[in-house]
């Protein structure tokens, strides 16, 4: 009964494809986030969605597309793929008038 | 400069000892949250807070809003407590995240 899931957990992939991480939340959460964890272990925020609707986009490239079909999943989408995306990205979500949040167990990638 | 400061980078103890990271930040904020992240790669939340004090099991949380600093306090520390811990401040609707703080514990 994993409240934010990812999938898949680990992405292993060649500089240039496009690739897509998953996220789902099960906490009924009006609230969802991307986040980046760069290989010193620092954390930035990339999108946040409310409700489907984009509220957050912290000047990431334009090869990162989020997409939320639903409240409960916000997917994050990755064209071009280049060795510097090499991280690992988590997905968090909260509830609205709410300030914390949840993570996902994160999705490393690695391009090479 | 961070908006958000923790200190010490590194921590290594020897079990049993008391430990203390500290966390500054120079943005206006709504909580401070302290995030614990074990070797695995989860990211646990331990507290958040807005004012005063807050305590669960062998963690203390505490939180001077006038002069902009948080603390964490583990009592008794245990090798299981080895992570990085993390300190965010939630603003305007995101977290902004300190460097984190890598504390082992030595039996």
């Known amino acids: 009964d994993t409240a934010v899931s990812q999938t898949p957990k680990y992405l292993v992939t060649q500089m240039g494809n496009d690739k897509s991480i998953k996220c789902e939340q099960n906490?009924?959460?009006?609230?969802m986030y991307w986040y980046k964890q760069d290989s010193k272990k620092f954390l930035k925020i990339m999108f946040s969605?409310?409700?489907?609707?984009?509220?957050i986009n912290e000047t990431v490239p334009n090869r990162f597309s989020p997409k939320s079909p639903d409240k409960a999943h916000l997917n994050l989408h990755i064209n071009s793929l280049e060795l510097g995306d090499s991280a690992v990205y988590f997905c968090?979500?909260?509830?609205?008038?709410?300030?914390?949040?949840?993570f996902g167990p994160g999705t490393r990638l690695t391009v090479l | 400069k961070n908006e958000v400061e923790q200190s010490p980078q590194n921590l290594t103890a020897q079990e049993g000892e008391f430990i203390t990271i500290n966390c500054s930040y120079s943005v206006g904020i709504s909580a401070l949250h302290w995030l614990q992240q074990h070797p695995g790669g989860g990211i646990v939340s331990l507290f958040m807070l807005s004012s005063g004090k807050k305590k669960h099991g062998r963690l203390i949380a505490t939180i001077n809003i006038q002069e902009k600093h948080s603390s964490l306090h583990i009592t008794a520390s245990h090798p299981r407590d080895s992570a990085v811990y993390i300190c965010?401040?939630?603003?305007?609707?995101?977290?902004?995240f300190g460097t984190g703080t890598r504390l082992q514990v030595f039996p």
């Open positions: 969605y409310n409700n489907k609707e984009l509220i």
């Open positions: 906490l009924g959460h009006d609230t």
């Open positions: 965010a401040v939630s603003g305007t609707d995101k977290l902004i």
């Open positions: 968090a979500s909260r509830s609205r008038g709410y300030n914390e949040q949840f």
